[in-house]
């Protein structure tokens, strides 16, 4: 009897592998301050799950994904599914937006001082804006600690920094100081040198002291590609930038702009030699398995983490890239955590020429899983838009991965690393019909020998 109790524990956990689960919301309880959510979780696959009496369709994987309208203050959904019911309460603080007011409101304007005032910067990568906001694409460059910058006005939370005549930028009045102990602000260069080494080019300038500069990318493959760098503050040139032009030969492959003490030193990574019919050949290559230990990255359908997925693509990558000749550095090898500035790190110490961040994607509560598939590249610096494309016609054609685009992205990773660097979003861990590929390890392979093929497409369009 004993025996047959045990065999009947051990049957119905078997079937409760496909129990009615939710991984998404994450507790049965929940505030969300919008008007719309979502389910995300495993059922009895191929069946009918209900929630509110609204049939939805379990993908034949188990996943399901269904997204709900909610009303202002408590929303009660009852899922059941094979006999198992769950109740989720879900409160919503979202209000429509009152009509707007007929009197015409004048937007903010900007304080504007009688004379400029001299501030300096606190931080390595304070960020310079285009425009008064801390979010989106609008960074033109990130300085160093102590750089000297002229404000001569503020709006809310910002400063307005003018380099030039009208060329007008931001910083965070949060990212300065002001120094009373230190005069002028203006810079002189006291000398220049040029070094051409195996796989650098640089120019070294001595300066009096620390200056802004701005770094401006030419990349497109028809005209002459190069770096533009503009010095401001200078005392020779105290109204108008003093304009540098470096040509490269054929194609940017990552650079670095830094003070190391008074002298500026610009680092152009040349071009690697490229051989026809073995592109990757001594390429360096740098693979970030994205998130890692207790940052487990976002929950696919049947509870399976990112941190997973990431690491798995990026382990089957390395073994690609390296079985085609390529030296590969990884970020994480093992199921730990590894801060962005280390990867980034690692990534620059190594002096990688490519830096490829592996991820799955999610989506916020106010867009329709259901509605989101495919895979997705980002780039931040125009210099690593071909290798994004090339990664992703890779994707879409060997891995038969929805087109989900290319776009530029402010990732931290692919943002502070010397290289050529992309973010690949593989496919979404939350859309059922994604999240069974990912979860499926011949569908990883293929991701990651595509990656690897859209890498190697992208350097032989280089080859001499
Ligand atoms: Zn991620």
Redesign the pocket.
């Known amino acids: 009897m004993r025996y047959v109790l045990l065999l009947l524990i051990l049957f119905t956990t078997g079937l409760n592998a496909f129990a009615l689960d939710v991984v998404y919301p994450k507790k049965d309880k929940v505030t969300i301050n919008g008007k719309t959510t979502f389910f995300v979780g495993s059922a009895t696959p191929d069946s009918v799950l209900m929630i509110n009496n609204e049939a939805v369709s379990v993908h034949p994987s188990g996943g399901f994904a269904y997204f709900v309208n909610l009303n202002h203050g408590d929303n009660v959904f009852t899922l059941t599914s094979n006999g198992e019911e769950r109740v989720y309460k879900i409160h919503s603080t979202w209000k429509p937006a009152p009509p707007p007011s007929k009197e015409k409101k004048t937007p903010p304007q900007v304080t504007v001082y009688g004379t400029p005032k001299l501030v300096y910067t606190n931080d390595d990568k304070t960020p310079i804006r285009t425009t008064p906001v801390s979010a989106g694409i609008n960074r033109i460059v990130h300085l160093q600690k102590d750089v000297p910058l002229y404000v001569d006005g503020e709006l809310g939370k910002f400063y307005r920094v003018t380099l030039a005549g009208n060329e007008k930028y931001w910083v965070a009045k949060s990212s300065v100081r002001t120094d009373e102990t230190v005069q002028g602000g203006r810079c002189a260069i006291i000398s220049k040198s040029f070094k051409d080494t195996d796989k650098h080019l640089i120019y070294s300038f001595k300066m009096s002291n620390k200056t802004p500069y701005i770094i401006k990318e030419n990349s497109d493959k028809d005209f002459e590609n190069g770096l533009g760098l503009n010095f401001y503050n200078l005392i020779t040139k105290p109204d108008t930038p003093y304009e540098m032009y470096f040509p490269i030969q054929h194609q940017l492959f990552g650079y670095s702009a830094e003070f190391k003490d008074d002298e500026f030193i610009l680092s152009i990574r040349k071009m690697p030699k490229i051989s026809p019919s073995n592109p990757l050949k001594n390429i360096t290559v740098t693979v970030d398995a ?2 890692g230990g207790n940052e487990k ?2 929950i696919g359908c049947l509870g399976d983490f ?1 941190k997973d997925i ?1 690491l798995d693509v990026a382990l089957k990558l390395q073994k690609e890239l390296r079985r085609q000749g390529a030296k590969v550095i990884m970020t994480r090898e093992t199921d730990e955590k590894v801060p962005l500035k280390k990867r980034v790190e690692i990534t620059n110490e190594s002096d990688s020429s490519i830096f490829i961040s592996i ?2 994607n999610a989506l916020p509560d106010h867009l329709n899983p259901l509605e989101h598939r495919g895979t997705s590249v980002y780039y931040y610096y125009p210099q690593a838009k071909g290798l994004a494309e090339s990664i992703l016609n890779a994707l879409n054609s060997e891995a038969q991965t929805k087109n989900d685009g290319i776009r530029q992205g402010s990732f931290a990773v692919v943002r502070n690393t010397n290289a050529l660097s992309v973010l690949v979003e593989l496919a979404y861990l939350i859309n059922p019909e994604d999240n069974a590929l990912l979860i499926n390890e011949k569908f990883r392979e293929k991701c990651a020998r595509a990656i690897a093929h859209g890498i190697s497409n992208y350097l032989k369009t280089f080859a001499l």
């Open positions: 994205g998130h990255g976002a990112e990431t991820h799955g």
